[in-house]
Nanobody, 124 residues
Framework: VQLQASGGGLVQVGGSLRLSCAAS????????VGWFRQAPGKEREKVTC????????YYADSVKGRFTISRDNAKNTFYLQMNSLKPEDTAVYYC??????????????????WGQGTLVTVSS
């Protein structure tokens, strides 16, 4: 089982980045997935999730209207499009499977699979 995150980098305030997470070793289409982030000295934050079945999405208030999660089951890959980036978006971003997604919550659990993380730095 593997989740491989990519696409991080250095971007200026107001810029955009697209993260990708390639999945292998499990039946991707049957899993809800999400993006998390952790900034230096801060706790991990749940950013956004998407369900396996009907594409229901959840977004943290801090990213609503700026970030978009999507998935391509044919490619076993999901994405995070980040627009209007702010310095406070600077963090290591992790992709993971999650347990359940609804519009107002995303449930993760001990059995989830995790990627290795990709660093996003937003400079002012």
């Amino acid at each position: 089982v593997q989740l491989q995150a990519s696409g991080g980098g250095l971007v200026q305030v107001g810029g955009s980045l697209r993260l990708s997470c390639a999945a292998s070793g499990f039946t991707f289409e049957y899993y809800a997935v999400g993006w998390f982030r952790q900034a230096p000295g801060k706790e991990r934050e749940k950013v956004t999730c998407i369900s396996d079945s009907d594409g229901t999405t959840y977004y943290a208030d801090s990213v609503k209207g700026r970030f978009t999660i999507s998935r391509d089951n044919a490619k076993n890959t999901f994405y995070l499009q980040m627009n209007s980036l702010k310095p406070e978006d600077t963090a290591v971003y992790y992709c993971a499977t999650v347990v359940r997604v609804d519009s107002d919550y995303c449930m993760d659990g001990l059995g989830d699979y995790w990627g290795q993380g990709t660093l996003v730095t937003v400079s002012s």
